[in-house]
């Protein structure tokens, strides 16, 4: 210890705070808040040197030299990720949360002693720039205050909470501490005679305690009021008492004792003693009508629970328990930590990372049974869809129906609290991209994500495989040869060459356009023949050559397309292509095949710039699905036309995807894109149309007419 603070003495010798205090007295702060945890000494050697990294140009291999790896781990969690260059400052601070956060998934300790150095950073805001104080009150507000709750941090929860409010909002708070001093003023008496009586209540019945009464935090009075409109005057609940007990049936004893002495308000009563929080917090919870008619609340709990109550996670160093059984570390929060780390293997991007754990912060939690009886803490707001993803992701993936309390319900329904939820799956199924839009908890929306990902590759891998094999076709070979033994040289010289780790990557490659799937079939050829002695179809070679025409590139081919191609081919808005259009297909920089019609005015600009990145696409015969076509139609504007003309599409078997309406006092004009199969289809559309009572003129919009 003695050597880490000359070390971080000596790191920051001339830096000053803005106060004008020398550096070292905010590390010194922070061990100091660290020790009244009774942390153990490697954390507060790294509460010493959390700033030495980031601000002396201090290695983490020096460190660990001098201190040990966990230590040089420990400070290394905490740092900032200053040295990368970011987009933006929200980037930056994303990237340097979501280190922080995977580093207390593996150590808590980090987030403790993070913890405490925000605490001691807004002790001493005040001599920060009044500019600093909305940014750095907002983020503790909502990021470090909910992460005190989660980890069961009471006191330092609301003190973050006050003081974030205090720097946040001046005026609002100091009216509010005002008018908390005067009613503190007045009802002084109140409390004592409140504790008085409950202590004498208790003596009665044999009970031994220690009650302590305790005065509403200022940002949950201010809290309250914004939530449920109220004055301050019209708050009731300010005072509160928390009866400590030697046994845990004495609080189940103390509580009747409560009910006994003062009438309970109905709805008001909660036992987290049964069923914790998701923080390990454990306490029986009333509320009474005290004398006056003044509403208090009442906690009742052992002495373990109130160290937890108090100090949560770092209760595991305040009061050690002989039994380190699984349901002590689910207490302790273990199991939210964990779940970090499950989305961080699914989500990659920093600021998508840290959405997600904003989303699991905030403190407001349901209480859910299986059907075996385990209970699962959710947000409020949490659906089924949630329920099955906390359980695992295999379930969450492969849902397809729930019930609640025995009774069928939509994956969309809300949970609630004491609700007993069943998962039906099936094998087959997959997430819905739908479910993204209602699911509650970050662990769903990182796995739902993460599949929608997986989706789109594997639609790129297919249609890269499909424009090889038709390029091969160029190269007299019907099929790409099989991922078997009798091949592994081959595949392994041709990856050499291209430079892919795998075959997949090869494939995902020529589907985004990274690489031409010419140029990969005419090399494969090459290998066919030389190295594996196989000999091309030169029929098939000819056939290919002639249907492509002497201007296309041949060693290219034609990719068919039938509509089933999923997200790895796009369908140009800017043209709106369908069967029966001459096309091109234009391969983008690291993008999807886009295809457009031949006539388009963006492909002539694209062909001046970018010649050597299209390629021949041609149609299927039989489609999959239905193509967008933009029309335009003009009508008599009288009553009853829009509801003749929406029944005369539906009976041409085409849908409406979009409408825009603009009219005059004569005609109405309607801009619609409706889904046909091919250009008969909408040809029959647009007859139907022009043959329908006050449809005055129907056509297609082409590009050249748009603007």
Known sequence: MRRAYRFADEAHLGQMRKNGDPYITHPIAVAGLCAEWKLDAQALMAA??????????????????????????????????????????????????????????????????????????????????????GRISRETLEIYAPIAYRLGLNQTYHELQDLAFRFANPWRYETLSKAINKARRR?????????????????????????????????SVYKKMLEKHLTFSQVNDLYGFRVVLPRLIDCYTALGVMHHLYKPVPGRCKDY?????????????????????????????????????????????????????????????????????DIQDETRDAAEFWDHIRVD?????????????????????????????????????????????????????????????????????????????????????????????????DDTRLLGEKMLRQSLRAEGYTQVPPNNEAYAEFWDKLLRFTGN?????????????????????????????????????????????????????????????DGSEGSSVQYSVCCSPIPGDAIVGYLGRGEHLVVHTDDCSSVRKLMDRDHERFMSVGWAEEQQRLFDARILIIAENVKGTLARITATIGNAEADIVHI??????????LRLTVGVRDRVHLAQLLRALKRTPRVLKSQRIKPKQQG
């Open 273 to 341: 003693i049964a069923i914790p929080k998701a923080n390990g917090y454990q306490s029986l919870h009333t509320t009474l009508v005290g004398p006056v008619g003044i509403n208090i609340e009442v906690q009742m709990r052992t002495e373990p629970m109130d160290l937890v109550a108090e100090s949560g996670v770092a209760a595991h160093w305040l009061y050690k328990t002989h039994e380190d059984t699984e349901a002590s570390k689910e207490h302790l929060s273990a199991k939210w930590l964990q779940s970090l780390l």
């Open 361 to 457: 912060l905030f403190p407001d939690a349901v209480y859910v049974f299986t059907p075996k009886g385990k209970i699962l803490s959710l947000p409020r707001g949490a659906t089924l869809v949630d329920f099955a993803y906390a359980i695992h992701s295999d379930i969450g993936d492969r849902a397809i129906a729930a019930t609640i309390n025995g009774e069928a319900a939509a994956l969309r329904t809300e949970v609630k609290n004491g609700d007993v939820v069943q998962i039906i799956t099936s094998e087959a199924s997959t997430p819905n991209p739908a479910w993204i839009n209602f699911v509650k908890t970050g662990r769903a929306r990182s796995a739902i994500r993460n599949h929608l990902k997986q989706m789109a590759q």
């Open 501 to 561: 780790k795998s075959i997949d990557d090869l494939m995902i490659d020529i589907g985004v356009g990274r690489r031409f799937a010419g140029m990969v079939a005419k090399k494969m050829g090459g290998m066919l023949g030389d190295d594996m002695g196989h000999t091309p179809d030169m029929l098939l070679i000819s056939t290919e050559r002639f249907l492509q025409g002497e201007d296309d590139n041949p060693a290219q081919g034609v990719l068919t397309l």
């Open 187 to 219: 009802r002084i008496d109140l409390v004592d005679k409140v504790k008085g009586e409950i202590t004498e209540a208790l003596t009665a019945h044999g009970l031994s305690a220690r009650i302590i009464g305790r005065e509403k935090p200022l940002y």
């Open 660 to 669: 825009d309406m603009g009219n005059d006092r004569d005609h109405v004009s």
């Open 48 to 133: 010493l040197m959390h700033d030495v990294l980031e601000d002396c140009g201090i290695t983490k291999i020096e460190m660990a030299e001098k201190f040990g790896l966990t230590v040089a781990d420990l400070v290394d969690g905490l740092t900032k990720l200053d040295k990368l260059e970011f987009t933006s400052r929200e980037h930056t601070q994303a990237e340097s949360f979501r280190k922080m956060l995977l580093a207390m998934a593996k150590d808590v300790r980090v987030m403790l002693i993070k913890l405490a150095d925000r605490s001691h950073n807004m002790r001493t805001m005040g001599d920060m720039p009044r500019s600093k104080w």
